[in-house]
């Protein structure tokens, strides 16, 4: 792999970072430039992936205190009952918008999935699925907040939670309504109290369940049934744990997933 970095060069208070390489491990060639200046950053590459040319773009900005994405960009998509796996999301190609505002903040796109390509000298993607986002969360005090997961596409989701923590170590959440045209119901509670940790979480779902239905989201697992775990820690240098988990691991985004138990 050869790989060439520039020093990062500035003009005017603007910053440009521009990199450029090529790689035989991913079969890659191309380069990127990363910008920042007062009021916005982002960065555009482009490169050539098994004889393909692709590109990749995005442009940040503030505007009177929202938050405006142009181009490509990485879609968060958790649920208040997601104790077990946090890290849901999804790329998109598109035009975003979002602003936080007392106890309500939210989040809408446009445009269409994405197949993120690149190397670790340039970023691309291909714009796959066309749709649209609406994600909305209200914090009605602090220990109780709601939170609306819509997306409008081939297949639609709309997903509801609410999250309750009536103390600081206790938590019970809800989620329900429908993922990709499927039905999904979820409850969790959570203790954190000193050196003991426990999860439970129960999640009502079938094969077919996805957050977002489309072929170009990356293929996360998502728990199913009963899921336990039981963390202890009676020693400031030794902790063990007891857990149980069932899983749905897809295989490709059009066909059922397989279910699995893992202990």
Request: proline share 6%.
């Amino acid at each position: 792999m050869l790989l060439i970095v520039l020093w990062p060069v500035s003009s005017q208070a603007q910053i440009f970072h521009p990199q450029a390489g090529s790689s035989s491990l991913f079969n890659a060639h191309g380069g990127s430039v990363e910008f920042q200046a007062p009021g916005y950053n982002g960065s555009v590459g482009a490169g050539v992936i098994d004889g393909s040319l692709v590109f990749g773009e995005v442009l940040r900005t503030q505007f009177h205190g929202y938050s405006l994405t142009a181009g490509d960009d990485v879609l968060p998509f958790n649920l208040p009952t997601d104790v077990f796996v946090n890290d849901h999301y999804f790329f998109g190609k598109g035009l975003g918008v979002a602003k936080k505002s007392g106890r309500m903040d939210f989040a809408a796109f446009g445009g269409a999935t994405s197949l993120a390509l690149g190397a670790p000298y340039f970023s691309a993607a291909r714009a796959k699925q066309p749709f649209g986002l609406f994600f909305a969360q209200f914090q009605q005090s602090p220990q109780l907040r709601f939170v609306i997961r819509t997306i409008a596409s081939e297949k639609q989701t709309v997903l509801m939670g609410m999250e309750w923590s009536p103390r600081k170590w206790l938590s019970y959440s809800f989620s329900g309504g429908r993922g990709a045209d499927t039905p999904y119901l979820a409850n969790a509670v959570t203790i954190e109290r000193g050196k003991l940790t426990f999860k439970a979480a129960y999640i009502s779902a079938d094969q077919n369940f996805q957050r977002i239905g489309t072929q170009s989201t990356p293929l996360v697992s998502e728990p199913i049934k009963d899921n336990l775990y039981l963390g202890l820690r009676p020693l400031p240098n030794f902790s063990f744990s007891l857990s149980r988990q069932n899983v749905l691991s897809p295989l490709t985004a059009d066909q059922p997933s397989l279910e699995g138990t893992i202990h």
